[in-house]
T-cell receptor, first 112, second 112 residues
Framework: KQEVTQIPAALSVPEGENLVLNCSFT??????LQWFRQDPGKGLTSLLLIQSSQREQTSGRLNASLDKSSGRSTLYIAASQPGDSATYLC???????????WGAGTKLIIKP | EAQVTQNPRYLITVTGKKLTVTCSQNMNHEYMSWYRQDPGLGLRQIYY???????DKGDVPEGYKVSRKEKRNFPLILESPSPNQTSLYFC???????????FGNGTRLTVT
């Protein structure tokens, strides 16, 4: 059964630092992987979607990588800002039935 | 404005009283899905729909029903709610199952 893990559960860094969030999954038979952010009291916002055939995707200060063979994805945030404070979740879509399996998230705090 | 609209935002009900949470999207998306989010358990998929009249079970479908009679609407029905269905519910949609997901703002349900 596919399991998705995000470590650490929480991270606090000073403004301006570059940082990496991690997502690991147990079964490499995935269709795609998505990164989301969730702000308190709100829904989720899609940040990046990586197809299983791709290695990385970029959007502004965000870069997501995917290594299927090792079951890992990373979300790189450059020059962090207080507005980046949120919970970041990754989700893996199964190849077999298109179900989405979610990680528990990393709560990120950027200190001004 | 392109959006996914869920109603109501908050709902308190009693055990056994049937309820429906509505979800509507105005983006002509084919794929729609429902999730519940619980502390310590993260997001779990309840049901999803690849298109009109096509629905399938996610990870935790027990106690829930859905229908997809038209493209824009995907209601979640709890025929006989129980306290263990107290949760934060999210509806989401995307152009296809392989596109970025757009989320509604959530429905916080309490069953007493």
């Amino acid at each position: 059964k596919q399991e998705v893990t995000q470590i650490p559960a929480a991270l606090s860094v000073p403004e301006g630092e570059n940082l990496v969030l991690n997502c690991s999954f147990t079964d490499s038979a995935i269709y795609n992987l998505q990164w989301f952010r969730q702000d308190p009291g709100k829904g989720l916002t899609s940040l990046l979607l990586i197809q299983s055939s791709q290695r990385e995707q970029t959007s502004g200060r965000l870069n997501a990588s995917l290594d299927k063979s090792s079951g890992r994805s990373t979300l790189y945030i450059a020059a962090s800002q207080p507005g980046d404070s949120a919970t970041y979740l990754c989700a893996v879509k199964l190849d077999s039935n298109y179900q989405l399996i979610w990680g528990a998230g990393t709560k990120l705090i950027i200190k001004p | 404005e392109a959006q996914v609209t869920q109603n109501p935002r908050y709902l308190i009900t009693v055990t056994g009283k049937k309820l429906t949470v509505t979800c509507s999207q105005n983006m002509n998306h084919e794929y729609m899905s429902w999730y519940r989010q619980d502390p310590g358990l993260g997001l779990r998929q309840i049901y999803y729909s690849m298109n009109v009249e096509v629905t399938d079970k996610g990870d935790v479908p027990e106690g829930y029903k859905v229908s997809r009679k038209e493209k824009r609407n995907f209601p979640l029905i709890l025929e006989s709610p129980s306290p263990n269905q107290t949760s934060l519910y999210f509806c989401a949609s995307s152009f296809t199952h392989n596109s970025p997901l757009h989320f509604g703002n959530g429905t916080r349900l309490t069953v007493t």
